[in-house]
């Protein structure tokens, strides 16, 4: 671990109680966990939620990153209010986050600002993490060639255009990537992060909190469980939205020479 | 099934492409179920994201209602702007939903306008839902006086001071009140809602869509499961609100002569 990540670490332990202030003061003010979570126009706010709500629980220096500071709307119609900019965000991010939203995902790839803040971020963040379709503008950057990597389960295998390689677990990590299924696999993500940043009885406290004992009352999770019909039924709707996302991972993997 | 029951279940059914368009259209224009969420200061985002994700699949008519116009602050630092007030807000709603958050909720118990709203709506809902700490909030509004209901773990036996009897699973569902237990319940709860509300099939493709196939990294969702150090240390942290939950609910059973 070093010195940057201890301090991280102590950081988060002691706003918990998990170490005794004196401890934390000690070591004079470890600077908090810093937390940059891109947000972007028709992004999935449930994408943004759970992992918000670990960082926040974490007592995390957490920035929502935007292009400008205009807010920019979700897909529930609730807008949200940026707190940095591509220009004021920190250069040495303890964790890089991107949600997911299809539509939006879909535009971010094709932004060059964009995906050249993403890619520079990217480059010196401890953790490098996504949620859902975020994955495929961290594959956009650049960010997953060579790298095992997942995303929501009806893009996933696009990854692939980008030089990743696809797997299909809840949470993938392979070196200092972290990349998560669809939407709601955010939360399982947030738990992940928290450990390895701030340890893992912090996790735990955090899961007890938040109360994560998931009981799905129907077994429709994934197209192997939800079937045929069910899952033909939610890709007729995404279909052209789907096709785009194609397109727009062969032009990004082609600029990477792929 | 009554008449708004049905039209309900055929407008959600028909927007998400489950039944012909011309099927939907041979019973006139059939109302979108009408879906009211309370929203209030300090409650937790990620109560309403959870629920608000899967309405607004439905193409729910949602309102988000709150004492005045002005954006309630919550847990995590983002403002959420209502879109109705107690009285602009339709007196027959399909679903009334009730988010938590301990320190919001103990505020709303306590004020004598929000609690009447809150009895008059359910009086009148087809379903009266909550997740997490909202369930306090039902019960001090006299809505669980004889119902089997649940609440986030660390105050869920608060609710038998209000005459309710207390039930620990993830969603309880008593005739038509469906209360979940802490945060992440919301999300089980939704499904459950939106397969009441537009039936089995689709509340799976919804379940798909949001890819909710959860993984925990750890097995600490519960106190049974997370222990009793992992769980004291949780307590310890918000013992003083917890009492403060403890005297608004007897006191709420006082007032119903409990």
């Known amino acids: 671990m070093d010195r940057r990540a201890f301090n991280a ?3 988060a332990a002691s706003v918990l109680g998990l170490v005794a202030p004196t401890a934390a003061r ?3 003010a470890p600077a908090r966990p810093r937390i940059g979570m891109l947000v ?3 992004m999935i706010l449930l994408d943004l939620a759970g992992p918000l709500t670990a960082f926040n629980i974490m ?10 500071s205009q807010a920019v709307m979700t897909d529930v119609g609730l ?6 900019n591509f220009e004021t965000t920190a250069k040495d991010l303890d964790v890089l986050f991107v949600p997911g939203g299809l539509k ?3 535009a971010a790839m094709k932004d060059t600002q964009t995906v050249d803040f993403v890619r520079e971020q990217g480059r010196a963040a401890r953790y490098v993490t996504s949620v859902c379709t975020g994955s495929l503008l961290l594959g956009a950057a650049g960010l997953l060639k060579g790298y095992q990597a997942t995303s929501h389960w009806y893009v996933r295998d696009l990854l692939a255009h980008m030089g990743a390689v696809v797997r299909k677990d809840r949470v993938v990590e392979d070196r200092n990537r972290l990349t998560a299924g669809g939407v709601t696999a955010g939360i399982d993500l947030a738990l992940t992060i928290a450990e390895r940043v701030a340890g893992d009885e912090l996790a735990r406290r955090m899961q007890l909190l938040i109360e994560y004992d998931p009981r799905p009352p129907f077994d429709s999770g994934s197209p192997e469980h939800a079937g045929l019909k069910i899952t033909e039924a939610v890709l007729a709707r995404r279909s052209d939205l789907i096709r785009e996302a194609e397109t727009a991972a062969k032009a990004a993997g082609a600029s990477m020479n792929l």
């Open 9 to 11: 670490a102590l950081a």
């Open 26 to 28: 000690a070591q004079g």
């Open 40 to 42: 972007y126009s028709d």
């Open 59 to 68: 007592q995390a220096d957490i920035q929502l990153i935007a292009r400008s």
């Open 79 to 84: 807008p949200v209010t940026p707190t940095a």
């Open 104 to 106: 939006g995902t879909i």
